[in-house]
C-alpha cells in the first residue's frame, strides 16, 4: 500500500488563510444577494418551524452555490500561491483536467 504523501505546512497555512475570508465574503455575498431580492434578511435557520418550505430550500440552494464556488475560488487561488512560492503543484494536484 503506498504512503499518502504529508502536507507541508506552506500548503496547509495557505489553504487555510485563504479559506476562512472566502468564507466570510460568501456569507456576506449571500446574505447582500437575498437581501436585495428578496427585501428580508435570510432566514437564520432554514429548518425552523416558522421558515418556509420554498424559502428553505431557496436559501439552502442559494447559499450552498454560493459557498461551494468561494470554496473552489479559495482553493485554486492557494494553489497558484503555492505553485508560486516553491515552483510546484501542491501535494495531491496534479496537471491534468
Known amino acids: 500500500m503506498a504512503r499518502k504523501e504529508k502536507a507541508p505546512l ?4 495557505l489553504g487555510s488563510g485563504l479559506a476562512v475570508p472566502a468564507g466570510i465574503a460568501a456569507r456576506k455575498l449571500t446574505d447582500a444577494a437575498w437581501y436585495a431580492a428578496r427585501g428580508t434578511n435570510p432566514p437564520k435557520n ?7 418550505w420554498p424559502d428553505a430550500l431557496a436559501w439552502a440552494a442559494f447559499s450552498g452555490v454560493v459557498v461551494a ?7 485554486r487561488g ?20
Open 78 to 97: 492557494a494553489a497558484a500561491a503555492y505553485q508560486s512560492l516553491t515552483g510546484k503543484l501542491p501535494p495531491g494536484l496534479n496537471e491534468g483536467p
Open 10 to 13: 506552506t500548503w496547509k497555512l
Open 46 to 52: 432554514p429548518a425552523a418551524p416558522g421558515v418556509s
Open 69 to 75: 464556488a468561494g470554496r473552489l475560488v479559495a482553493a
